[in-house]
């Protein structure tokens, strides 16, 4: 994926529709409805909007939308369990990770989190991406934050950052993170030309949580409980999930690849409708590269 920002802004302008019609169809699934009610929904003919979703992801409507429902998430929850349990014990690179972005995490001490960021510069800049506009945050050791704009609300995206590092001062300098957009939304498809490093803040459970998420591979599931026992924590799901919804930098962190074990895609701090864009969007590439 060597894109241009104009080809970001254009593939996020395109996913504001996507995102209308996974969510049409969230809320109409059980009628089955046809590519002309789809289309009709987003206010689009049913050959553009055929062209614009082909587009977006490379795949028909049809089949992206077979890659969203229970049974086939399902089918891909039967090999999880061993798939993530061998990535995680290896710690090796394997096709379609997250670590062939040299994906390189370095916790703060715990005197830095105490001082919440005290004497640190944190440059953001908000960008387009295949997902919608995007906040990218960072400190000099690597990305502190990322997190998606919902309802155009920068305000809010930024005090989100503002929160997890109080004292730090801020500076918006788009032209220092933008770099960073297309290693980041190559969602494991092998873009290696600049390294990735994240400056995380977390308890050392949150860490070895989000470790254990670096290791699924792109277009693959897992559920919480398979997520418990990688880290040697059976017993601890809900708090493994607790975890994953505190990932500071989703889509580097894919927090989205965690699903419930009976099939449903469960939550997403950045609404269901994305985060079943993200998954289909993994498994289209991850099947058109096999």
């Known amino acids: 994926m060597n894109q241009t920002i104009d ?8 996913y504001t529709r996507i995102e209308q019609a996974i969510l049409f169809l969230e809320r109409n699934y ?12 987003i206010g689009l003919s049913e050959y553009h909007f055929q062209r614009l979703f082909t587009h977006w992801v490379g795949i028909s409507p049809k089949r992206f939308l077979q890659y969203l429902t229970k049974e086939h998430a399902k089918e891909i929850l039967e090999g999880s369990a061993s798939v993530l349990e061998a990535a995680y014990q290896t710690g090796l690179s394997g096709p379609g990770r ?7 995490a370095e916790a703060m001490t715990p005197g830095e989190y105490k001082n919440r960021g005290e004497g640190l510069l944190i440059r953001y800049g908000f960008h387009p991406s295949p997902f919608g506009e995007c906040l990218i945050a960072m400190t000099e050791r690597g990305i502190c934050y990322l997190g998606f704009v919902e309802n155009n609300d920068y305000d809010r995206a930024l005090r989100e950052v503002i929160t997890r590092w109080q004292k ?4 918006e300098d788009p032209g220092h993170t933008r770099s960073y ?14 390294p990735v490093r994240l400056h995380l803040q977390g308890t050392n459970f949150q860490l070895k949580v989000w470790e254990a998420l670096l290791c699924i591979p792109s277009g693959q599931m897992v559920t919480y409980e398979d997520l418990a ?6 017993s601890a799901a809900r708090a493994v999930g607790s975890a994953v919804g505190q990932n500071p930098v989703p889509v580097l962190i894919p927090c989205h690849r965690v699903i419930h074990k009976l099939g449903d895609f469960g939550n997403y701090r950045y609404g269901s409708a994305r985060k079943k864009a993200l998954l289909g969007y993994e498994m289209a590439r991850q099947n058109r590269a096999n």
């Open 7 to 14: 080809d970001y802004i254009k593939l996020s302008e395109d």
């Open 30 to 41: 059980r009628d089955q409805p046809s590519l002309s009610e789809i289309a009709d929904n």
């Open 98 to 104: 997250l670590h062939d972005l040299f994906v390189v």
């Open 168 to 171: 730090a001062e801020y500076l």
């Open 181 to 194: 957009v297309s290693p980041i939304f190559s969602l494991g498809q092998g873009n290696t030309s600049l």
């Open 229 to 234: 026992i990688t880290i040697g924590k059976p």
